[in-house]
């Protein structure tokens, strides 16, 4: 793969960012933005443990998609604060994922504000996300392809990136926001995986205080370096053509998916990541 590093910003207006990044669709890394935050200081996850103690937590982990998985359904729960311990004590695949703040630890809105990018932030869906030492998500993008604002904190993340015109390189799945689940971006292997040797993406490691900017439907893999934990901040898709499939998914894709998963049952996984290397390697031998 041709990664790029993500350009870093130590400080950036509203007007050079909308210049800049967000009209040309572009990721940037910036630092130094939100150290007038209370999260900043506070937000560790000895804190997260304390605030929401017994708060029940949503974890996933790597695992094939199976067909009976709901979308987005958790494949396992547990209580904050034993959730941070099993991060402190030990590397573990478990993750939360998209984790309504607002909703579980209305408090937390305390420590953090909307930042003005010049943008319109949904201020209803701050979502949060914790992972373990090496664990890491699937490649996949937003159903909804929207503008990302990702803050992290604590410990170190890796972060790999491809914009929507280099799917017919990365193995995507039809039917679904996700590549080849068993490819291993981080280290991939390209007798296998030939076509991702064309991909062309960008690749930084954030740490603790950077927002990473992520352009509208931009596939993301992320691979916890140490323990820590993120929030995403988002703005609903401005291009027409990714505000029509934001529709498309949310109302239609995924319906279809599940449909096909109760009729077909694991025939149609199993068919979907068959049809996933026969289209790549086709368009591959094509380009």
Not at 16 to 35: A, H, N, T, W
Not at 74 to 82: C, E, Q, S
Not at 166 to 183: A, F
């Amino acid at each position: 793969m041709n990664l790029r590093p993500i350009e870093v910003r130590d400080a950036i207006s509203k007007e050079d960012f909308l210049k800049e990044y967000f009209k040309p669709q572009k990721p940037v890394v910036i630092r130094g933005f939100i150290e007038d935050w209370p999260a900043y200081k506070k937000w560790d996850l000895d804190y997260m443990a304390d605030v929401a103690c017994d708060v029940q937590v949503p974890l996933y982990d790597d695992r094939p998609v199976n067909y009976k998985d709901g979308f987005n359904e958790p494949h396992a729960t547990m209580k904050m604060a034993d959730y941070i311990d099993l991060l402190k004590s030990e590397p573990t695949k478990y993750r939360i994922f998209l984790w309504n703040i607002l909703k579980e630890v209305p408090a937390l809105q305390k420590d953090f504000s909307y930042p003005d990018f010049g943008l319109r932030l949904l201020k209803g869906l701050p979502m949060m996300f914790f992972g373990g030492q090496d664990s890491h998500t699937f490649m996949h993008y937003d159903i909804d392809l929207a503008n990302i604002f990702h803050f992290h904190f604590q410990g170190k993340k890796e972060v790999i990136l491809f914009d929507q015109k280099q799917n017919d390189y990365l193995y995507k799945v039809p039917y679904s926001l996700i590549t080849r689940e068993d490819i291993n971006f981080a280290d991939p292997d390209y007798t296998k995986w030939p076509a991702l040797e064309k991909a062309q993406g960008y690749k930084t490691n954030l740490e603790h205080g950077d927002v990473l900017y992520m352009p509208e439907g931009y596939w993301h893999y992320m691979r916890y370096l140490t323990p820590g934990f993120s929030m995403s901040l988002r703005a609903i898709a401005r291009n027409p053509k990714n505000l029509s499939r934001a529709i498309y998914n949310i109302f239609v894709m995924r319906h279809f998916d599940n449909l096909m998963r109760r009729l077909k049952g694991q025939a149609w996984i199993d068919g979907k990541n068959e049809k996933a290397i026969k289209r790549t390697h086709r368009k591959l031998k094509a380009s």
